[in-house]
């Protein structure tokens, strides 16, 4: 019987956490007696397949047909169930991404299946039991999963992808599902690229300064820093009160509240009017010369430093990292 | 950061506003090894300075909230951390505008600039409100909003660099350990963090919301429940924005929907007293790490803040557009009195608490209990309504202070009559009398933990007897009766039975009991046997720390009888400076006696018929205990018989034990009834009767900011012994006459501008000019009314008040000033207005 | 335009979340609660899609009669019809909750007519299940794409936009349409005084529901053993530069 792995990949380019998926999933297909499967789904897909069998993969299952142009989460999702069934695997598993989940809840959708997203370890059993994460990792749950075909994700870096020592066979096996034109409605109709319009409120990265920038010209470092990140320059009420950065540039409860993927929060001792406007950042760097400030007990990390020292530094590295 | 120290002076605990001044102000006098924690971070740990609104109205009709919120505005004014956009309290009843012209008589008392504006006169200040809906408006203009968290921040720099003081943030204190020294005194020894244990002198408290849990550690308490102010942020609105600034527009006060609006940059914050009282446990406020916010900035619970905000909407039609941007219940600490706790703890020696305290006084404060700790006592003002002390055991249990502060918070902006009375918790403490009193119809008013009659519903007839009424203004009347008139009269015409079970008594013993008991008092103790003294105890600056009786019971017992209001400080005190060495024990027998006083004309009469002792001044002479057994419908009852008086008359009190007690009233009831007798109230003893006589009170003429020369207490002669403040007392005597004198003064025309006939309260009333001018002595102290009351036997409404020495001659025309209009007076006394050579009470 | 957007009740938590004792629900004992971050964004959306397209906006929540709060919060924000799901427990698993929605949107769709678009937040900021909205969609047989950063409503078709490196990918898809919101599509406009005292009038439905438990059973709840809330010290000054763009590419905010 067979665990099936989803691997992602975008235009033949496979995605790290898709070798996430294989190294927890091969493991969990041995202690559950399964073969460990892979799949890849639409163009350019067979360009994506080079990894898989050194990270476990007996058999890669190839999945094409006119309607797999791109991307499409109820296409991918009934390519992924009927190869389901046509391989009779009981279980069928991805990384916990954004594609990940979406498309293991498309086949769950279709399966009338329960799904367990985000799981960090997993049990199998007649019953399966796993530990899943909650609350973006604050909290874990422990859980049960009792169905005929087992539909769960692997929480992104729970494990670090690393090949087996004995690498599997990794045959390509082509697979056409049969889809109708309607499988094609969510398909990617088009990419763009978005660079004005990143806004304060919806930019991924923000870099904040408070009264330890000490002047308008000191925002010059935040800007550099912003600039080599694709992100946008904050700051606190200080800032704005001191008249150094305009006030729409203000996070905080009454300015602007952000929730970028990281914040990093320079010169900010934290007054809870600015916490209040940066509490939904999913992660928040502080930096500041202050190791008790109440940003840096906040921050899930933190450099202790002059910040005029500090953010070149890390703008000097990125650029030297991307060579 | 410097490495965790195993060793200091002193630790104070909590960084917010209190501590971080307290150790300012330690540095300042001169102390070192000065160690502050805080379980948080800097500058904001977390505590209730985070999220105060920050805004100080100087005005307040508590002396000592006052002067200190005077004295902070000062200090935060001297580190240039504060600004003055004024402020206005406005009103939407008459009731409310009443109670501005008596904040325009304490804005007068303090000193402080302030202005009554009719509504349009508001809207020029505060153009978006809408006049429509108020009175008119009370102004201060020195109303001021100050930066806390840059407050503490700048006091802590001054104790790191002046005196080498060390801040550990995010350093939690897990317990507070103490030893057991000589004399079995319990004194702090170490206070042990999440980062290593610190051996320490003393400990200070300063915790705000969490202060009780941490004086538990230690065996103490300090009694406050933390309890939820709500605040929301409200914005943007474009006339604050186009100020540019902060602040600036005047904080206002909506005090009829108990509600404020100050501006905050580009919105306003409106914040709420007009909610239910919600109370937390300590254990029930979370960690910095679980708080959203912060610890003290709990979940927002909207429905318990509609009506404000559509009261606020109603003032301020902006508002209604303006979106809710954050929105908190913020943690604040009430007390069972709404006064702060200060001072050393009762339970542990070296313990001090500083908590309680609003932004608004926090650099004053954190200043009293600096001096405290160097001094023995604050000297910046007299604190004894803040000190700790002052609480029974009975005002310490979670039960009482839950009452209180539920009872208490919507009086935050309430008006609050000076007499008025507590509706839960009542009857703590009762005499032995309590149920005939009852039955008598008595209006019983609580003094502290102890229910006292103020006068009986029973002697409803002598307002007929003695054609008397009632006051024409009900604010006057409130919390009065004319029976207590009525009673006066009768007590000067036959004679009234005055329950006094609420006296504070306690016995010193042992061989050292005299030389202590003469440490403590100013006059001599060592007297013959069944004399007694009365006499001030001095602090070590020589003012008033108390005022009372010591009786030389035996060769070495001395009993001291104290008033209810002060028993719980005068205890403590005498328990501080007690030896160590076993000379002396300390018992407390206020619940193992109980005290009648009888005073009267007949009052020897009365007593004559259950006695065949010689009642005479020769067989029990002015100022002697006698022991002697009464007949009491047969029981025979062994008393002491102090004669003594409080209100002017011939006449006793009458000590037996607490179980004795009934068949003692009984018994005087019974044979005084041809007599006159009639149960008498507090009315008359503790103000009409006093007052005709001049009597001082402690916490009222009598504080710790004047001598006994200016209370006009000072003996002729200096015994030779030492006592505590003996030596500031000499001097004072050195440089001659007193700078202030307290008077008695006569209303000498009580209408007031209404054509109404007004009844000054007492609470602070300033003394003016004939010009309306203050009147401040040298030392800076303005004259006020410390108590007030009319005098039957006198038909005058009579005054007390510290006048400078120039105005303290009998005959000088003066005013004083009640709810905003003027009254003429004129200086009585220095003394007794009634009976000054004391014919009745010593014949 | 009809709108529905489906919204959950979740605790507001600090870094630290404590669970109760017995292990089953989040202790809430001092916690406020909100709407879960991604459908306090949808809300805003369907908001600001039909004040542009003259809309209405129902808000649907599966949840503790307290969730009232929730639904009233929306109304202050600009939300027409309430309707809550009540049940007695603490949450209910993902298919019993997508089972239980569904039977509520066909009946009022079948009181009202069909919703043009039905939001859901793209997970749950609690259980993060990451499946109901898709499970609704496929039940009332509607396309459906998680992840919309951005919404576009014209001719009969939704352009969606979903974030990836360095872009978006767009979706053009037929209403109507079901869509799981990322938080970031918009800024959430807060709710002003009049509209708060407003949404205390709004009615509030009440659709009783039952459904079946699915395969997946909470077992307990617990903190990871690393404590998350503790700042993780990155360095001192400059030197800690290194560790820090370690740090942004592993967030993959380095692209």
Redesign the interface.
Known sequence: MTLLILCDHDRGTLAEASLEALTFGRDLAQRAGLSCEAVLIGEDAESAAGPLAAHGAVQVHLASHVLLTDYGPEAWGETLTQLTRSTGATAVMACGTDRGNEVIAHVAARLDEPFVANCTNITPGDTWTMTRVQWGGSLLEDATLDAGHRLVTVAHHAVEATPTETPADGALVQFTPDLVAEAARTVVKDRVVLTQGITLATSPVVVGGGRGVGSEDGFAQLEDLAGALGGVVGCSRAVTNNGWRPHSDQVGQTGTRIAPDIYIAAGISGAIQHWVGAMAAKNILAVNTDGEANMVAKAGYAVIGDLHKVLPAITEEIVLRRG | ?SEFPNRANVVVIGAGIVGSCLVGHLARLGWTDIVLVDK?????PGGST??ASNFIFPVDHNKEMALLGEQSANQFRDMDLSVDPGGIEVARSEERMEELRRRMTSAKAWGIEAYLLSPAGVRDLVPFINDDVILGGFYCPTVSVVDS?ETGTTMRREAIETAGCQVF??TEVLDIETVEGDGGVTAVSAVVTDKGTISTEYVVIACGVWSNRLANMAGATIPLVPTVHQMA????IDIL?ETNN?IGYPVVRDMDSFCYERQ????MEVGSYGHRAILHHPD???????????PT????T?DDF?EQ??Q??ELMDM????????AINGLLSLTPDGMPCLGETTEVRNLWSAAAVWVKEGPGMAQVVAEWMTYGYPRVIDAHGADISRFYDGERSDEHIWSRADESFIKTYGIVHPQEQWGGRRNIEVGPYFSRQQDLDAMFFQARTWERPQWFGSNADLVERYGLEERPVEWDNRWWSPITVGEHLNLRENCGLVDLSAFQVYELEGPGAVAFADRLAVNKVDVAVGRSIYTPWLTADGGFHSDLTMMRMGVDRVRIVTGVFDGGRDEFWVRKHMPTDGSVTFHNITKQVTTLGLWGPNAPAVLGQLTDQDLSQNGSSYGSIVPIQLDCGGNRIDVSLFRISYVGDTGWEVYTDWDNGPALWDAVMAVGADLGIRPTGGGVYGSSGRLEKGYRLMGAELESEYNPLEAGLARPKVKAADFIGKEAYLAAREKGEPEALMTVLTVEDQTDSHGRRRFMQGGNEPILTPDGNRIVDSHGRASRVTSAGFGPSVGKHLLMAYLPRELAIPGTDLQVMYMNDLFPVTVAATGAVFDADDTRMKS | MRILVCVKRVPAPGSRINVTPDGHAVDTAHLGFTTSPHEECAVEEAVQIAEEHDGEVTVLTLGPPEAEEQLRYAASVGAHNLVLIPISEVDWDPQRTASALTTAIIDLESADGPFDLILFGNESADAGGFQVGIRVAYALGRPVVNGIKGIDVANGTASARREIDGGFEVYVVPVPAVMGIKEGINLPRYPTMKGRLASKKAEVHSAVVEAAAGGQARVRLHRPVEQVSETVILGNGPEAASAVVDLLEELGVLS
């Not at chain 2, 948080?40 to 904001?44: E, F, H, V």
């Open positions: 950061m948080g971070p800097l500058p904001n985070g999220h968290l943030a995010n942020d409200v914005g943007p924005a902060e905050s940059a580009g919105s029930e406020i979370p960690s910095n790490e679980e708080a959203a916010l912060s900035e709990m979940p927002f909207p509609d905000m559509e606020a909407i508002l209604g557009e303006a979106e809710i941007r954050y």
